[in-house]
């Protein structure tokens, strides 16, 4: 059941321009929704969070846009830099309780 | 910063056998999970836990594994009998709100089953 589905495994970018890495969920009853940043060898990481009564929401170079009709997220990076090097995973709750992950896209940064 | 720890790293054991993998949560945060992930799969939820109960637990949380806060900072997730299957990275997460916003995860344990 992939309640959540990032369909890019990978995305390679330059440094310094806009990375977009994308989320699809098909249970409308989600209501909440995160992004993490996974390194190797580490857990992940939370980098920010849209709840469904808004559409956007941004932090640093950091944004994410929620379209509830489409069920679909996303996350921008502007400018994206080395350091973003990493998996990405979008996550969707209903109520914030059982969080459901994609299965990541692996953002790299070429210098 | 604050972080959530947890031991050991990496855990080798034989089908059957059982193992306990240890946390530390951010010492303020109330709410406590367990995710894990596969090699090459996503991650996966297995249980959510508040007030030394259990809040929800997945399909794959069934009868073999236990949580506990046996103490004021640990938190638990005991595999009773272990299959060859349950080799994954297991997370453990902690949060001070139950939305759940703000999850932080712990580096994980690789746990082998051989």
């Known amino acids: 059941d992939q309640q959540v589905k990032q369909n890019s495994p990978s995305l390679s970018v330059q440094e310094g321009r806009i990375s977009i890495l994308n989320c699809d969920y098909t249970?409308?009853?989600?209501?909440?929704f995160l992004w993490y940043k996974k390194y190797p060898a580490e857990g992940p990481t939370f980098l920010i969070s849209?709840?469904?009564?808004?559409d956007k929401n941004e932090d640093g170079r950091f944004t994410v846009f929620l379209n509830k009709s489409a069920k679909h997220l996303s996350l921008h990076i502007v400018p994206s830099q080395p350091g973003d090097s990493a998996v990405y995973f979008c996550a969707a709750s209903e109520s914030g309780n059982q969080f459901y992950f994609g299965t990541g896209t692996s953002l790299t940064v070429i210098p | 910063e604050p972080e959530v720890t947890q031991t050991p790293s990496h855990q080798v054991t034989q089908m059957g056998q059982e193992v306990i993998l240890r946390c530390v949560p951010i010492?303020?945060?109330?709410?406590f999970y367990w995710y894990r992930q596969i090699l090459g799969q996503k991650v996966e939820f297995l249980v959510s836990?508040?007030?030394?109960?259990?809040?929800?637990k997945s399909e794959i949380f069934d009868d073999q594994f236990s949580v506990e806060r046996p103490d004021g900072s640990n938190f638990t997730l005991k595999i009773r009998s272990t299959k060859l299957e349950d080799s994954a990275m297991y997370f453990c997460?902690?949060?001070?709100?139950?939305?759940?916003?703000?999850?932080?995860f712990g580096s994980g344990t690789q746990l082998s089953v051989l």
């Open positions: 010492s303020n945060h109330l709410y």
């Open positions: 249970n409308s009853m989600f209501d909440y």
């Open positions: 997460a902690s949060s001070p709100r139950p939305d759940g916003e703000k999850l932080f």
């Open positions: 849209i709840s469904s009564i808004k």
């Open positions: 836990f508040y007030n030394n109960e259990i809040s929800e």
